[in-house]
């Protein structure tokens, strides 16, 4: 394919396009990393055909379109001008055999672009309403909306149903997906390309990433997408989008510096730096860049500038990852990639639960299935699940440290915060993240996208024999991209919920903890308290028992109060336990963490309002054991909906399952709702702020 404009001559594309941004041949020349000799042969037509990597540069540096200059469109490959192809980055452009289709008025195209953006996403109607027209949409908005996408759908798929899966343009509902690959849609094209870089990154092959990020990259020629699009513009399609392409920017200088051809990322690292000037990152990748490239001078000046920047606009001083950056230009070092011989041995397991008893059982099976695990050469995950305050962690953390010389290559500890009181639960880039940092990656060596991350991560893993201890996870979905690939790790993760789509029932134990029986129970007892304070009192340490109801949380915090108060009997504290209004006053503790109320709080707060409301209605109920039926006269639902509430609230064990269909619910537990249900005002779980710890504790 070739363009109407040429490259070379006086008035070729090059010299045209580099006055129009105000730069001399030598500025122009410095930041593409060629010749100033060569650049000056191009524009005066004594040479009329650019190299390729000199071609990628210059288009790169200039902003144009590369792809008619020869370069890729994203895979190696001439564009196949066949079939239909849409393109996001830059203007919004269709076609169709190569010949342009209308892509219909403003609004129109801000829903094609939206759904571009999200390719076979099912996008909601009320999101395309509010992102395309704010707070002011027009009253007919859904049939706008509708007739829209009816519009597209003749246009991108004529003659297909709006409900075939199989179309181009798909219909569930008040939903619509469009489904095009990376061969016929330039930002799934780009995503799959930086992809497939990172992941070749994480494995050591710099080349091959740096190649298939700069082929990504040439897919946008200014860094906008949808620049033409203008009621999208500073909305969120366009903000993610934009981020996208920073951070391939910033992974492109690394994965370049790393193979040596640093300079073929500069012009993009000038680009982004001039778009987001306070952007710390993205300026150390173009020193390191620079300095590679032989500009210790200019990625010293680069550091000057952008230092005094932030001094002036913000009063902030460089990050480290900044002065990282100056120190190594300084040095004359250029970064290497992660080695894994320098990766230590770690061993961050918390500290062992003082007077841990009970579980014997427990601790024996997962004794068994890892050693039948080990012996068959299998990734080994072990799932714990159970209530709130049933001692998971506790167990879990014990039996890591009797496991843990089989793992000399380290123990790891994160985490998850999945029913956290107080902050929310970890994203999957941020675990990640954690994790690398925790190996010793250096900061700058953190790869941008989740996607890399996890790739640099089971890589650093692939054949070492690691522990990896997962705590308070929400759901799979925050673990599975946490585990890695092959034998030899050993992953235990904790949670409320059962992770039964953690993976395949081979190599994977997963144990639901209950309440503790009367016998560890008094264990229990006698750890905190002594076996003399135990036995002085049996009748009133057999009420504790069963007050407690065998909950391990509710056992410490009360045998935490005896110890403090030597002189009162343990009678005075199961009289509090035995009143409904004082019963979790008496089980309260000094920390989120450690307070029964706040622990149930946890749960609670993210039910749907069905489960939530039901939860209430069973505190003071009268029921000891609900049914579906039970449950929908209850709370005046049908049958079906009331069983759906029913098990949202077993799947995080605020009802435990006594039989198909039957459940109960701890004692300690219905004392909670009960309160919720005493409190004035509603109580709406899912939406409602989360109180202060003092707030949580205080009377209903």
């Known amino acids: 394919m070739t363009s109407e404009w040429s490259l070379s001559g006086p008035d070729g594309l090059v010299r045209t396009r580099r006055r129009q941004l105000g730069l001399t041949q030598r500025e122009l020349a410095g930041r593409a990393g060629v010749s100033i000799g060569m650049l000056r042969d191009l524009e005066q037509g004594r040479t009329t055909r650019a190299h390729r990597r000199l071609t990628e540069r210059l288009t790169a540096t200039l902003r144009l379109d590369p792809v008619p200059y020869g370069i890729p469109a994203g895979d190696g490959a001439a564009t196949d001008r066949a079939g239909l192809r849409l393109r996001v980055l830059g203007p919004l452009a269709l076609w169709r055999d190569g010949v342009a289709l209308p892509s219909g008025q403003p609004a129109q195209r801000a829903v094609l672009g939206l759904l571009a953006l999200n390719p076979d996403v099912d996008m909601h109607r009320d999101d395309l309403i509010d992102m395309v027209w704010g707070q002011g949409p027009p009253a007919a908005a859904v049939n706008v909306v509708q007739s829209y996408i009816a519009r597209l759908r003749r246009l991108l798929d004529p003659g297909r149903s709006p409900f075939d899966p199989d179309g181009v343009l798909v219909s569930t509902g008040r939903r619509y997906r469009l489904r095009l690959g990376p061969d016929r849609l330039d930002w799934a094209r780009f995503t799959e390309l930086t992809r497939q870089a990172g992941v070749l990154f994480a494995a050591g092959d710099a080349a091959g990433a740096a190649r298939l990020f700069g082929w990504a990259l040439a897919l946008w020629p200014d860094g906008d997408a949808l620049s033409d699009v203008a009621r999208l513009r500073g909305g969120p ?39 987001d000037p306070l952007n710390q990152r993205a300026h150390a990748g173009l020193m390191r860049a620079l300095a590679a490239d032989g500009q210790q001078a200019a990625a010293l000046r680069v550091f000057a500038e952008v230092r005094a920047r932030l001094n002036q606009r913000l009063g902030l001083r460089a990050d480290a990852d900044l002065v990282e950056a100056q120190l190594a230009v300084l040095r004359q070092q250029t970064p290497a990639g992660v080695r894994l011989a320098e990766l230590a041995p770690l061993c961050q397991l918390p500290a062992r639960v003082p007077g841990f008893v009970g579980r014997d059982e427990d601790l024996r099976r997962l004794d068994e299935h890892l050693d039948a695990a080990l012996a068959r050469r299998m990734a080994t995950v072990v799932a714990v699940d159970g209530a709130a305050g049933i001692g998971k962690t506790a167990l879990a953390v014990r039996w890591a440290h009797s496991v843990a010389s089989r793992f000399p290559d380290g123990q790891l500890f994160l985490d998850l915060r999945g029913h956290d009181p107080v902050v929310p639960p970890l994203g999957t880039g941020e675990a990640v993240g954690s994790l690398l940092e925790t190996m010793r990656v250096p900061a700058g060596r953190i790869p941008a996208f989740p996607a890399a991350r996890i790739a640099l991560y089971r890589s650093l893993l692939a054949g070492r024999r690691v522990l990896i201890l997962l705590d308070d996870a929400w759901d799979c979905d925050q673990v599975r991209p946490l585990l890695p690939e092959g034998p030899g790790c050993l992953i235990v993760v904790t949670g409320r919920r059962r992770l039964t789509a953690l993976g395949g029932d081979e190599g994977v134990q997963r144990l639901t903890l209950g309440p503790f029986a009367p016998a560890d129970a008094r264990r229990l007892l006698v750890a905190r308290l002594g076996e003399e304070r135990v036995t002085a009192e049996p009748a009133a340490v057999c009420d504790l028992i069963a007050l407690c109801a065998g909950l391990p949380l509710a056992l410490g915090l009360a045998a935490a109060r005896i110890a403090a108060r030597p002189e009162f009997p343990v009678a005075s504290l199961t009289g509090r336990l035995r009143d409904a209004q004082t019963r979790l006053d008496a089980l309260s503790g000094e920390d989120p963490g450690t307070d029964l109320r706040a622990l149930l709080w946890s749960s609670y707060r993210r039910l749907n309002p069905s489960a939530a409301r039901l939860f209430r209605l069973l505190g003071p109920g009268p029921a000891r054991e609900v049914t579906p039926a039970v449950a929908a006269e209850l709370c005046g639902l049908p049958r079906p909906a009331a069983g759906r509430a029913l098990a ?19 004692v300690l537990v219905r004392a909670y709702a009960a309160e919720l249900a005493r409190r004035p005002g509603p109580t709406v779980a899912g939406g409602e702020a989360q109180p202060t710890l003092v707030e949580i504790n205080s009377d209903a």
Do not use: C, K
């Open 237 to 275: 399609a366009l903000i993610r989008a934009t981020r996208a392409w920073s951070a391939a920017v910033t992974a492109f200088g690394d994965a370049a510096v790393a193979a040596g051809r640093a300079r073929e990322a500069v012009p993009y690292l000038w680009r982004l730096t001039e778009q």
């Open 648 to 666: 949202e609230l077993a799947a995080v064990h605020l009802l435990g399952v006594r039989a198909p269909g039957r459940y109960g619910m701890h």
